[in-house]
């Protein structure tokens, strides 16, 4: 029998259904928008929820919170700007797939793919929150390094045109990740005496500019419809996206958990989780040359993964008190508000409050189905129906009053729009932006695991057992050059058969 | 294979850009040496390192085995693309000082007479700017009001 069982009917009161309702299609509707993420969200729906019971309260910060990240989907397949930035890896296929018309179906794979990630995400912090809640704590700074490693191992997938090139991009966008103020030693870095540059590059401006700019640069400069139109109506496309997904439910699954585990570990977040399940769902495909083409297994690994890690997230937040991602420190905060006090005796002391939340999560995650299709539906007939005279100008004025809200900054609008070319034009001889913007991603996680391991091996005088020694460590290190150098075998494999083959045949 | 097969056969905008690479990469070093704590640069110069590496391969598999042409089309109005950029730029430079709604409609207009490739109907010149203002006027109520972003209200009105 299920824990918390008998809390299930306290999840289903109107009240809570209207909560987890009205809070994915919020959230959906928040995330979509590029600039506005899953924490901002959440933050600023935090206040209304302090009048209501705890349980309420969670019920809708958690619908809000899987919403948006679910809603940073939209963006990315339409407009190839991810709208959170856990939709990074929801790009690299989704908009190949609006751009030959089958928008659709991507989104129609990606709200199915959430709704598996979620109820997988969620069914491991009801079933086995207190177990995985160790993982976080065996995981150390130099697991760290090597996770922001893997993840940008995908550099090798997404260098369509040059691989050297892709891995300058990667560096490059490494070195944009360290611009600004030190967080650990305080030193100004190439800032280059530019006050602009001193608060360093914020990632989610970045990635508008990188990713929206140039889809601009290039609608504004021809006639051309930006999407393809579909010659009749054809619904919501379900029973295409239904096939797809079980044809993919290794894929979907193996995402899932990828996402789930990835949730728990603090600070890692649903960007780096879509990118590792995309790069584990395209070592592990029969057509792994589909990848970046349009292919929605890509689709459907990104969104599963992202949407898991909401429920992971929550595994450390609730047992340890430590926030698996952004969006559940504000959670937690509203939780202390509330009076709640986490711990590995939450689940026992105040079971009422947590597993009313955790039914609510799930029935949240069910709702994102419905609410979703519809939502997703409209933003993708407005976008392929609406004039191009409309469509550039509001996109356009979004981007910039996106940048400008994070951090209420006017430079962040302007290195938004300077990335933007600078991504457009690197474009043009084969450089893409895709690398850049994994260095960017992951450039704090991979500096600070670095540099805390530096500093810890050399106090203790062993540096090569410090990033070769751990065992979790040594099974990332192995996960990346599986992943980097299994296409290239795989390759070599067949035709060595073949020539077996051959060989056997000559005699 | 002729002399412009050759010369396009060796990428040599993909040689450049990885020159340009390699001054981003040398100035940045420089930079390093002024910093105080080997925390703050021992991350950088790795990548640096590598940056500089990875670019010097490019140039030299590029001079050596050509390194073909992977280049995007530029096809499309030029103007159109500047006129784009600079609208986005003036607006977001206007901004601290004219206001965020006012630069906001203005940047929306010039952007919608730039993407524009229909013909100006009266319909049109009606329907596409009052439609343009509503969608600037409400985002600006929906960030200022609702979100509660302090959106700049332009200096000279102060």
């Not at chain 1, 824990?3 to 928040?30: D, H, K, M, S, W």
């Not at chain 1, 938004?416 to 991603?441: C, E, H, K, Q």
């Amino acid at each position: 029998m299920l824990p918390g069982i008998e809390y299930f009917a306290a999840a289903l009161t109107p009240f809570n259904v209207a909560l987890a309702l009205g809070g994915v299609a919020a959230g959906t509707v928040v995330g979509s928008l590029p600039g506005l993420t899953a924490t901002m969200a959440v933050a600023v729906l935090v206040p209304l929820t302090f009048a209501m019971a705890p349980a309420s309260a969670l019920i809708l910060m958690g619908a809000i919170y899987t919403g948006a990240i679910y809603g940073g989907a939209y963006a990315a397949i339409l407009l190839n700007t991810p709208g959170t930035p856990s939709a990074i890896g929801t790009t690299f296929d989704g908009y190949p797939m609006a751009k030959r018309g089958d928008g659709d179906l991507a989104i129609s794979a990606a709200s199915l793919a959430s709704v598996v990630g979620g109820l997988v995400g969620a069914l491991a912090l009801l079933l086995l929150a207190p177990p995985l809640a160790e993982v976080a704590l065996a995981f150390g700074p130099m697991e760290y390094f090597w996770l922001a490693i893997f993840g940008l191992s995908l550099i090798a997938a997404l260098s369509e045109a040059s691989l050297l090139k892709g891995l300058i991009g990667g560096c490059f966008g490494l070195l944009l990740s360290t611009i600004g103020v030190a967080e650990i030693s305080s030193d100004v870095r190439f800032t280059f005496g530019s006050r602009t540059l001193l608060g360093g590059i914020e990632i989610v401006s970045a990635l508008i500019g990188l990713y929206c700019i140039p889809v601009l640069i290039d609608m504004v400069a021809t006639p051309d419809r930006h999407l393809q139109v579909e010659a009749k109506p054809r619904g919501f496309r379900l029973r295409e996206a239904l096939t797809i997904s079980w044809r993919g439910k290794i894929n979907l699954l193996r995402s899932s958990i990828i996402g789930t585990l990835v949730g728990i570990l603090p600070g890692a977040g649903g960007s780096i989780a879509g990118l590792v399940a995309y790069s584990e769902a395209r070592r592990s495909s029969k057509h792994p040359e589909r990848y970046g083409k349009g292919e929605p297994d890509g689709v459907q690994a990104t969104e599963s993964a992202n949407n898991a890690t909401v429920g992971g997230g929550f595994i450390p937040t609730l047992v340890l008190g430590i926030p698996g991602t952004p969006p559940d420190a504000v959670i937690l905060g509203a939780l202390l508000v509330q009076g709640v006090r986490t711990g590995p005796n939450l689940f026992t002391e105040q079971g009422s409050i947590v597993y009313t939340f955790i039914y609510g999560l799930l029935l949240a995650t069910v709702l994102m189905l419905p609410v979703g299709l519809v939502i997703g539906r409209y933003a993708y007939r407005s976008i392929v129906t609406v004039p191009k005279a409309m469509l550039v100008p509001t996109v356009g004025f979004m981007t910039m009053i996106g940048s400008y809200a994070i951090r209420n900054n006017i430079s962040d609008v302007v290195v938004m729009i300077v990335l933007g070319v600078f991504g457009w034009g690197l474009g043009r001889f084969g450089f893409a932006v895709s690398p850049i913007v994994l260095g960017l991603i992951l450039g704090a996680i991979a500096e600070q695991g670095f540099v805390q391991a530096w500093t810890i091996g050399s106090a203790m005088d062993d540096l090569p057992g410090m990033f070769f020694g751990r065992p979790i460590s040594l099974g990332i290190v192995a996960l990346t050059l599986l992943s980097l150098f299994y296409p290239l075998l795989r390759a070599r494999l067949p035709a060595r058969r073949g020539v077996v083959r051959e060989a056997s045949y000559d005699e | 294979m002729t002399s412009e097969r050759r010369a396009a056969g060796r990428d040599l905008p993909g040689s450049l850009i990885a020159a340009a690479f390699i001054l981003i990469g040398a100035l940045c070093w420089w930079d390093t040496t002024d910093m105080s704590d080997p925390d703050s640069y021992v991350f950088p110069r790795m990548v640096i390192v590598l940056m500089i590496a990875f670019s010097l391969l490019l140039i030299l598999r590029n001079l050596l085995l050509g390194g073909g042409r992977h280049h995007l089309s530029t096809a499309g109005s030029w103007p159109r693309r500047v006129g784009l950029v600079a609208a986005m730029l003036l607006g977001a430079l206007a901004m601290p000082l004219v206001g965020f709604l006012p630069s906001g409609i203005a940047v929306f207009l010039a952007i919608m007479l730039l993407a524009m490739y229909d013909p100006w109907t009266g319909f049109r010149r009606v329907v596409f700017p009052l439609v343009g203002f509503a969608i600037v006027v409400g985002f600006f109520v929906l960030f200022s009001e609702v979100l509660r972003v302090p959106l700049p209200l332009g200096s000279l009105f102060e």
